[in-house]
């Protein structure tokens, strides 16, 4: 395939994966229900006024009431301690009616974060950051995996592109996303590299991937040069743009709808990767927002389902 100023990307939407992979869970829970007399049960905690933090919390929540699985929001204050919220997450392994524990990250400074993470119960971790599920996945035997990677996996699985035997390129090894997807996609006999900011002329490494994967925290750093032509992109990052002139040089045909975003309420956002330039040169990409992130939450419901059943030994 030749990149050319008319070809125009396929979009990988998320909202339908996210959709199909949440009807199914709805589905399990009611006969889980029904056959079992089981509601599983998420357990969130938030720590802090975090805006960022409470809007993906409140999504989780809301997922769980769309599903049927039964949740509760612990709110603590910012002030903390890692002592106090030791005590809530020692209080949640021993309430037998919780299944998934999830402590929202980041926490605030003061908090020992890897103490926090490595106390929760690895048969209720959801999140799958646990040490326990971390080994278990790199060691090709996963039992919880992280919600963003899994999520990943499912939408190439439902846009039916093929992961044996291809090219992958992660571009960033944080643990929860670069390294697990990582796991992931060797698991699935990918050939895979992983890529970092030490990485020697990264343009050469990410344009041999047939699968880009981007989770680097840039706006828009992932250029045209960066994708071989006729690859999947997905797109992992986040970023706030507030600047006008930025919009317009990433979001080409949408960069009018995206001023407006900014002008209402002071920014859109944008992935890792450059959207307008991607658009002429990959195959396939997931949009920001509408990709990655709405899978993130499909996949915490369907954990939440595998603690629930697993636990009870379903
Ligand atoms: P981290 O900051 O933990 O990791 C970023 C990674 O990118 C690091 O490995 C870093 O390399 C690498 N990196 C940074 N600069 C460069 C560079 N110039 N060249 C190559 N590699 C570089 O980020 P996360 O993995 O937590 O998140 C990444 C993005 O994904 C963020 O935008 C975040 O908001 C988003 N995100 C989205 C989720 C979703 O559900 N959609 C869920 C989680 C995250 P090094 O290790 O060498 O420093």
């Given amino acids: 395939m030749i990149a050319t100023e008319t070809h125009q990307a396929e979009i990988l939407d998320g909202r339908l994966a996210a959709a199909q992979i949440k009807g199914e869970v709805a589905a399990e829970v009611t006969a889980l229900k029904s056959k079992h007399g089981v509601t599983p049960r998420l357990a ?99 039992r919880f995996v992280p919600c963003t990677p899994a999520g990943i996996i499912e939408l190439l699985d439902r846009n039916q592109i093929e992961i044996t035997g291809a090219n992958a390129c992660v571009v960033g090894r944080s643990q929860i996303v670069g390294r697990p997807v990582a796991s992931l996609l060797l698991q699935r006999n990918a050939t895979v590299t992983i890529c970092h900011s030490q990485t020697r002329n ?88 509408g990709g990655v992130g709405l899978l993130t939450v499909a996949m915490l419901m369907k954990n939440t389902l595998q603690a629930a059943r697993w636990r009870r030994g379903l």
């Fill in 202 to 289: 990264l343009p050469e490494v990410t344009r041999q991937a047939d699968i880009l994967i981007a989770a680097i925290g840039r706006p828009a750093f992932i250029r045209g040069d960066y994708i071989r032509p006729g690859a999947t992109v997905i797109d992992v990052g986040v970023n706030k743009v507030t600047d006008v002139d930025a919009a317009r040089d990433y979001f080409g045909h949408e960069a009018e709808k995206r001023i407006e975003a900014i002008t209402k309420r002071g920014y859109t956002l944008v992935g890792d990767v450059h959207p307008a330039e991607a658009d002429r040169v990959a195959g396939k990409r997931t949009p920001v927002p």
């Fill in 44 to 142: 969130a905690v938030l720590v802090g006024d975090d805006t960022a933090s409470a809007v993906y919390v409140r999504n989780k929540i809301r997922a769980c009431e769309e599903v049927g699985i039964a949740s509760e929001h612990l709110a603590m204050p910012a002030s903390t301690t890692t002592e106090e919220l030791l005590s809530v997450v020692d209080a949640l392994n021993r309430n037998n009616d919780v299944d998934g524990i999830l402590v929202q990250l980041p926490l605030p400074k003061q908090i020992d974060d890897s103490v926090i993470i490595e106390a929760i119960d690895p048969a209720k971790d959801v999140d799958a950051f646990q040490p326990t599920n971390v080994g278990l996945l790199a060691m090709g035997r996963p």
